[in-house]
């Protein structure tokens, strides 16, 4: 039964209160709203390979400070594709921090489900 609450997942974002949090949310769906560190948005976009395929989706973002990150209203990811396949591409990095992997993981796995549920919109949020 759905009584209006919204579901949040908290599990990367716990114990880090008071210091920098994405947060993820997909109108229009059942998936949760996902509340991430920022320091395992660092570990993950802080380095963006050199291909010359040049940067896009969280990578451009995260680097140039723009997009969804450009400041601190929720923004609207309005190419969802584009953010997944620039997160697919960074599957094979090492991560410093034990945690990261798993944190990579939910958010590739959250945004390929949000477009498959036909999101109406996909909105992220640094605080």
Not at 4 to 32: F, M, N, V, W
Not at 70 to 82: A, T, V
Request: with cysteine; aromatic share 12%; glycine share 8%.
């Amino acid at each position: 039964m759905n009584i209006g609450q919204t579901l949040h997942h908290t599990k990367y974002y716990d114990g880090y209160e008071g210091c920098g949090e994405i947060e993820l949310t997909a109108r229009g769906t059942s998936l949760p709203v996902l509340h991430i560190w920022e320091g395992y948005f660092s570990e993950i976009f802080d380095n963006p390979p050199l291909d010359g395929q040049g940067w896009c989706g969280f990578t451009r973002d995260y680097n140039q400070c723009e997009g969804t990150f450009n400041n601190h209203e929720p923004q609207r990811i309005s190419n969802l594709q584009e953010y997944i396949d620039d997160m697919s591409r960074r599957k094979e990095d090492c991560w410093e921090l034990s945690e990261t992997e798993a944190v990579y993981n939910l958010i590739l796995k959250w945004l390929i489900s949000a477009k498959k549920s036909g999101s109406e919109e996909v909105l992220i949020k640094l605080d």
